[in-house]
């Protein structure tokens, strides 16, 4: 296995990824959208999560697509956001049809950056139109970082963000993870430069530095996150991709699989204060797939995709935590 030509989610043929953002809230929203309604499914993990229309995801649900995917900021607020992403998709004639009713439909989860240094001091709600924004904004090519769902990301120690990655099969399928990393836990050992997710890492995508060697990793539970504000204010997020077809069913078991990428990027995982939690999604552009394999990779794809979220993480103002870069200035 090997990355795709842009080690992204743009290496799945027929989706789109759009980002908006408000610099001085520090928080944004990421949408996933289809050219076609797409199978998916959902699996949560973590004690708190946030979510939208996720029950119909299920595999025993009778929708069999949707339209897209969002993850956003903002905590409850944050899923408003699909909303905005229901009204673009209203006016370009996207949703599921009843009769002369038109449906789209729009699954959606939030993290919490509330106590992030952002201005919350809003008199209406922003994500409604930080979604239809990302949804205008949405095209194959995208960035990552502090960026959309991720602007306003933590980690325990360093600024978390929004990252990709994505895995050639020897099938000719590929596979890919999108997520906004906002954990309780550390995406690195103590001391801020190696990652958690070192083992996986591929051609130096988040500074090619190494495992860390010390004995006893995961036993501190440091925290700059947990002294600067609340506990709760936590939540990985993330969206795995294929287009090797795959039925609802398949897609939970994948989704299933990649929560694996997340325990082993960030220590602790799925906690009672994160709302961990992955969508899978095929667009079915290829026969049908080894479902072991591609939720295997869709965990491989994750943990990268987390480290890169952090690497990738850049300065603002008025921040609470320093970024990787600028914590390893000087390594």
């Known amino acids: 296995m090997i990355p795709g030509p842009t080690n992204s989610l743009a290496d799945i043929g027929g989706l789109r990824v759009g980002n908006a953002q408000d610099v001085a809230l520090k928080s944004g929203t990421t949408v996933v959208v289809g050219d076609v309604p797409f199978t998916a499914s959902v699996a949560v993990m973590g004690g708190a999560p946030g979510t939208r229309e996720t029950d119909l995801l299920a595999p025993d649900k009778s929708v069999a697509a949707v339209d897209a995917l969002v993850l956003s900021g903002g905590s409850a607020f944050g899923l408003d956001a699909c909303s905005g992403v229901v009204d673009g998709l209203r006016s370009d004639g996207r949703g ?27 008199v209406e709600n922003p994500y409604r139109a930080l979604g239809l924004a990302a949804y205008r904004n949405a095209k194959p090519e995208f960035g990552i970082g502090t960026i959309g769902a991720g602007t306003g990301a933590l980690t325990s120690m360093l600024k978390g963000g929004l990252g990709t ?17 906002n954990p309780v836990g550390a995406v ?31 036993l501190s539970r440091e925290s700059r996150k947990m002294n600067a504000m609340s506990a709760r204010a936590n939540t990985t997020i993330a969206i795995v991709a294929t287009n090797a077809t795959l039925t609802k069913a398949e897609c939970y078991r994948v ?26 999604l095929t667009t079915a552009a290829r026969p049908a797939a080894d479902v072991l394999l591609t939720g295997h990779a869709a965990a491989l794809c994750l943990s990268r995709a987390i480290a890169r979220a952090v690497y990738e993480a850049t300065p603002a103002e008025n921040d609470v935590m320093p970024c990787w870069r600028t914590a390893n200035a000087n390594n």
């Open 165 to 181: 990655a994505s895995l050639q099969l020897p099938d000719g399928s590929t596979v890919a993870a999108l997520v906004a990393a």
């Open 255 to 280: 989704a299933t699989a990649a929560h694996d990428g997340i325990a082993r990027a960030c220590v602790p995982a799925h906690t009672p204060n994160d709302g961990d939690l992955v969508f899978a």
């Open 188 to 218: 690195t050992t103590p001391g801020d430069r190696h990652f958690y997710a070192a083992a996986f890492e591929m051609d130096g995508e988040f500074g090619g530095v190494g495992p860390d060697l010390s004995s006893g990793l995961g």
């Open 96 to 122: 599921f049809r009843v009769g002369a009713a038109q449906i789209p439909l729009v699954p959606g989860a939030i993290l919490f950056d509330l106590l992030n240094g952002g201005d919350k001091d809003w």
